[in-house]
């Protein structure tokens, strides 16, 4: 008796393949007895070359809180993929908005297939509050013009800014973890952050020990850490306490939880030669055993073992009943690797 195939249920990794034969079944076209007739001689116009593809790396640009008098800059890359077979133009790129402007970008410019172009964006307040500005650009592709949305909050003396506002944590799954990092930026004076307080489930706070003085201008980064125990989407915020005229400042939290997916590995081996009243499954977790029993007497010659956790590896053997209920030895083993 050998163990036949193991099959992956949800994520489990087969160990042997089943073999598909693919049959294809060719056709032939047979013309007979059409009749031809000579038409005069037109010409079929070339089709037009076809447009390129320009993709811009964010369609939205926040520059969180930056103090008033000073400048913080980011870069946003337009891309002609490699899979496209035309040039790409880029004739204008203009901005707009109080405090934005663009730097290092000389027009116009090629973009061959698989080539891109940075566009470095500075965000510099003179005043306080939020500003909101636009990049348009427009190019030779498909979708001539394209934009980015920028935004930026001007910090005055005497504040504390928390960068991200809101930090977003998409598909954790239950029983994993995420971490993201945002930072606490003094504005044009020294800033001393006292404490901090968090809610939300599965939200913790860390990378940042308290108190902690910043001087004018400083940054000082920490780590949020996103741990859900139950699928959904779930909603928290951190609380900065200090001695800033904006305190407490914050910063919102949401975290979209998905829930683990089962695991199971299927098992099928061949029927022994001899009548048997069954057989039993043994698993072990190294290779040569030892072996425990994971099934009941069965029937068939088949078995599906749900009771297996992911990064595990499993050895599997199985055994026969005879009908004098004396058991076989071992068949060969096989192994599951589960992801």
């Not at 707009?96 to 000389?106: D, M, N, Y």
């Not at 030669?273 to 007497?297: C, F, H």
């Amino acid at each position: 008796m050998s163990v036949r195939n193991i099959h992956g249920k949800g994520h489990a990794i087969p160990l042997s393949a089943c073999c598909l034969t693919m049959f294809l079944v060719l056709a032939s076209l047979f013309t007979a007895g059409c009749a031809v007739t000579k038409m005069a001689g037109t010409s079929t116009p070339s089709p037009a070359p076809a447009a390129g593809s320009l993709a811009v790396s964010a369609s939205t640009v926040n520059f969180g809180s930056v103090p008033v008098g000073s400048t913080k800059s980011t870069s946003v890359t337009l891309s002609n993929s490699a899979t496209q077979t035309a040039t790409v133009k880029v004739s204008q790129v203009t901005i707009s908005g109080q405090g934005f402007r663009l730097t290092g970008v000389a027009l116009p410019t090629s973009l061959a297939p698989g080539h891109s172009l940075t566009l470095t964006i500075d965000f510099a307040p003179s005043a306080a509050g939020n500003a909101t500005g636009t990049v348009a650009i427009s190019s030779t592709a498909a979708t001539a013009n394209i934009s980015v949305a920028l935004s930026g909050n001007g910090m005055t003396s005497g504040q504390l800014a928390v960068n991200p506002a809101n930090m977003t944590f998409p598909s954790v799954t239950v029983g994993t973890s995420q971490n993201q990092s945002g930072t606490l930026t003094a504005g044009s004076s020294p800033i001393t952050v006292s404490s901090a307080t968090w809610q939300g489930t599965g939200f913790s706070l860390s990378g940042i020990t308290f108190p902690v003085t910043l001087q004018a201008g400083q940054s000082v980064p920490f780590t949020v850490t996103f741990a859900p125990q139950a699928a959904g989407t779930i909603s928290g915020a951190i609380s900065f306490a200090s001695n800033a005229s904006n305190s407490p400042a914050s910063e919102s939290l949401t975290g979209t939880a998905l829930q683990a997916a089962p695991h199971s590995v299927d098992l099928s081996w061949n029927p022994d030669a001899s009548a048997v009243q069954g057989y039993y499954v043994y698993r072990g977790n190294q290779t040569g055993g030892p072996y425990s029993r994971v099934s009941t007497l069965l029937p068939a010659t088949s078995y599906i073992d749900a009771s297996v956790t992911a990064g595990q590896t499993y050895y599997y053997v199985v055994t026969a009943l005879g009908s004098g209920s004396l058991e076989s030895g071992y068949s060969n083993e096989a192994v599951a690797v589960v992801p």
